[in-house]
T-cell receptor
Framework: KQEVTQIPAALSVPEGENLVLNCSFT??????LQWFRQDPGKGLTSLLL?????REQTSGRLNASLDKSSGRSTLYIAASQPGDSATYLC??????????????FGTGTQLKVEL | ETGVTQTPRHLVMGMTNKKSLKCEQH?????MYWYKQSAKKPLELMFV???????ENNSVPSRFSPECPNSSHLFLHLHTLQPEDSALYLC????????????FGQGTRLTVV
């Protein structure tokens, strides 16, 4: 059974720092990996989608990498801002789950960027 | 606006009530999903509808009953819930293609009293 782990569970950094969030998964048979952002009490906002054949994806100050063989992904946030404060979730789409886009999620990293 | 709209945003219901959660997507997707998010636990997939047919039911109790009348709308009918069912219920949609991303709604915060 696929399991997704995110470390650290919580992180507090001063504004302007570059930071890395980690995600690991136990089964490398995945179609893709998706990073989401969730604000308190809100839904999920998709940040980046990395296909299994890709090594990284970039969007603005965000860069996500994928090492499928080792079961790891990182989300790099450059020049962090207080508005980046949120919970960041990693999810993988296992190959063996048939039709549809069924995702297995980690428990998230709660990020706080302080002034 | 994510293109996936859920109503209501908040719901408080008694254990003997019957209520429904609604989800609507405006993205032209052909698959829709219900997830449950409880405190300190990963999101759990509840139901999957692909091309309007239910293709997965992850051992969800029968007090949760999904309905997908068309590719744009998804409901979750609730009856005789338990306090442990209190959670954030998230709807998502996507194309059935394996390489596309999923989009989520804002969720319904359900409290069972």
């Amino acid at each position: 059974k696929q399991e997704v782990t995110q470390i650290p569970a919580a992180l507090s950094v001063p504004e302007g720092e570059n930071l890395v969030l980690n995600c690991s998964f136990t089964d490398s048979a995945i179609y893709n990996l998706q990073w989401f952002r969730q604000d308190p009490g809100k839904g999920l906002t998709s940040l980046l989608l990395i296909q299994s054949s890709q090594r990284e994806q970039t969007s603005g100050r965000l860069n996500a990498s994928l090492d499928k063989s080792s079961g790891r992904s990182t989300l790099y946030i450059a020049a962090s801002q207080p508005g980046d404060s949120a919970t960041y979730l990693c999810a993988v789409r296992p190959i063996l789950t048939g039709g549809g886009n069924k995702l297995t999620f980690g428990t998230g990293t709660q990020l706080k960027v302080e002034l | 606006e994510t293109g996936v709209t859920q109503t209501p945003r908040h719901l408080v219901m008694g254990m003997t009530n019957k209520k429904s959660l609604k989800c609507e997507q405006h993205l032209g997707h052909n698959a829709m999903y219900w997830y449950k998010q409880s405190a300190k636990k990963p999101l759990e997939l509840m139901f999957v509808y692909s091309l309007e047919e239910r293709v997965e039911n992850n051992s969800v109790p029968s007090r949760f009953s999904p309905e997908c009348p068309n590719s744009s709308h998804l409901f979750l009918h609730l009856h005789t819930l338990q306090p442990e069912d209190s959670a954030l219920y998230l709807c998502a949609s996507s194309f059935t293609d394996s390489h596309t991303e999923a989009f989520f709604g804002q969720g319904t915060r359900l409290t069972v009293v």
